[in-house]
C-alpha cells in the first residue's frame, strides 16, 4: 500500500480556460497550497516548483559564479520569467500570457508530475515530446545510471 507522496506523479488532462487558468489537479493542491513558482521548463513546457522547491533551485544556480554565461543565460529564461501564484479555492492558477505564449499553449493542456516539480504542456507538444522519451527510455536509463557512477 502506498502513502502519502510528497512528490508529484501521473498525468493529467486539463483545459486552460478564458482567463489563461488551469486547474490544479487534486492530487497536487496539498503540496501547492501555500502558493509556488510557475516559470519556462525544458523542451518547452513550463514548470511548477513548489516554495521551497523554487528556492533550492534558484539558491543552486545563484551559488555558481555569475562569470559564466550558462549561469546568466538561464537565470535570465527561469528566474526572468518565474511568476508566483497562489491556488485560488478551487485550485485554479493564472499563468502569465508571456508564459503561455513560450510554451505554445492555447486550449489543451497536460500536467504531468515529475518527482519535484510539475511540467505543464501544450497536449500536442507532450505528446510529441513523451513518444520521444518513450523510444529514448532504455538508452536514457543507461545514462541516468553512468551519473550515479560519477558522482
Known amino acids: ?24 489537479p487534486s492530487k497536487f493542491r496539498d503540496l501547492l497550497k501555500a502558493g509556488g513558482v510557475i516559470t519556462n521548463g525544458y523542451e518547452g513546457c513550463l514548470t511548477i516548483y513548489t516554495v521551497e522547491g523554487w528556492n533550492k533551485n534558484l539558491e543552486n544556480l545563484l551559488s555558481k559564479s555569475m562569470s559564466y554565461a ?12 518565474a511568476s508566483e501564484f497562489e491556488p485560488d479555492k478551487m485550485g485554479r492558477i ?11 499553449i492555447s486550449k489543451e493542456v497536460t500536467i504531468v508530475g515529475i518527482g519535484s516539480v510539475i511540467e505543464v504542456w501544450a497536449t500536442d507538444r507532450w505528446l510529441k ?12 536509463a543507461e545514462e541516468v545510471a553512468k551519473l550515479d557512477r560519477n558522482l
Open 1 to 24: 500500500m502506498v502513502g502519502t507522496l510528497s512528490t508529484f506523479q501521473g498525468q493529467y488532462a486539463h483545459t486552460l480556460d478564458d482567463k489563461g487558468r488551469i486547474v490544479l
Open 70 to 81: 550558462a549561469v546568466r543565460k538561464n537565470l535570465r529564461v527561469i528566474s526572468g520569467n
Open 94 to 104: 493564472k499563468i502569465p500570457d508571456y508564459l503561455l505564449s513560450a510554451a505554445g
Open 129 to 140: 515530446e513523451i513518444e520521444k522519451d518513450k523510444n529514448d527510455f532504455e538508452v536514457n
